[in-house]
T-cell receptor
Framework: AQKVTQAQTEISVVEKEDVTLDCVYE???????LFWYKQPPSGELVFLIR??????QNEISGRYSWNFQKSTSSFNFTITASQVVDSAVYFC?????????????FGKGTKLTVNP | DSGVTQTPKHLITATGQRVTLRCSPR?????VYWYQQSLDQGLQFLIQ???????AKGNILERFSAQQFPDLHSELNLSSLELGDSALYFC??????????????FGPGTRLTVL
């Protein structure tokens, strides 16, 4: 069975601090995909990144970076120099392709509050 | 804006009633997915349709059903509503290309309140 664990329920930081959101996953598949989504207070789910299991390179996009480590089954997300607009719930998700089904299994989410 | 549209944004109804949630996928996407977000269960996959046919089912109750029409829009029907069905219902879409796990882009959601 697939499972995603986001152990940090809530994190509170002050603006300009760096913050890392943890994501640990479980799967028996050799091919899988990992995702991060952001849910701001307005409620929509915004796609941030998709990574497949064969690509362990870290990725940086502006102030956002992702660290994928297969050895520890982790896909952590770091926000550098956090801003108030980063306040949101962040979800890590896992997907497999099985017979064309690509359902996402989500973690419980981490609520990030960035205070001015 | 993800390009996925959902209507209505909010829905308030009473127990025992039936409602229909509508979703239009992004242009070119063949798959539509429905997810439920509730405080106790989190984000849960309900069902996937691909080009008009059901492709996968998750923890969808028998009181719930969905369909995808020839123009690829989808509807999620919830009947005999209970208080516990109150949740945010998301629709997502993806191209579902062969042998590729595409990104799912989510609509803004429909917030259902059952009184």
């Amino acid at each position: 069975a697939q499972k995603v664990t986001q152990a940090q329920t809530e994190i509170s930081v002050v603006e300009k601090e760096d913050v890392t959101l943890d994501c640990v996953y479980e799967t028996r598949d050799t091919t899988y995909y990992l995702f991060w989504y952001k849910q701001p207070p307005s409620g929509e789910l915004v796609f941030l990144i998709r990574r497949n299991s064969f690509d362990e390179q870290n990725e940086i996009s502006g102030r956002y970076s992702w660290n994928f480590q297969k050895s520890t089954s982790s896909f952590n997300f770091t926000i550098t120099a956090s801003q108030v607009v980063d306040s949101a719930v962040y979800f890590c998700a896992l997907s497999r392709t099985q017979g064309g089904s690509e359902k996402l299994v989500f973690g419980k989410g981490t609520k990030l509050t960035v205070n001015p | 804006d993800s390009g996925v549209t959902q209507t209505p944004k909010h829905l308030i109804t009473a127990t025992g009633q039936r409602v229909t949630l509508r979703c239009s996928p992004r242009s070119g996407d063949l798959s539509v997915y429905w997810y439920q977000q509730s405080l106790d269960q989190g984000l849960q996959f309900l069902i996937q349709y691909y080009n008009g046919e059901e492709r996968a089912k998750g923890n969808i109750l028998e009181r719930f059903s969905a369909q995808q029409f020839p123009d690829l829009h989808s509807e999620l029907n919830l009947s005999s509503l209970e208080l516990g069905d109150s949740a945010l219902y998301f629709c997502a879409s993806s191209p579902s290309r062969k042998d590729v796990t595409d990104t799912q882009y989510f609509g803004p959601g429909t917030r259902l309140t059952v009184l």
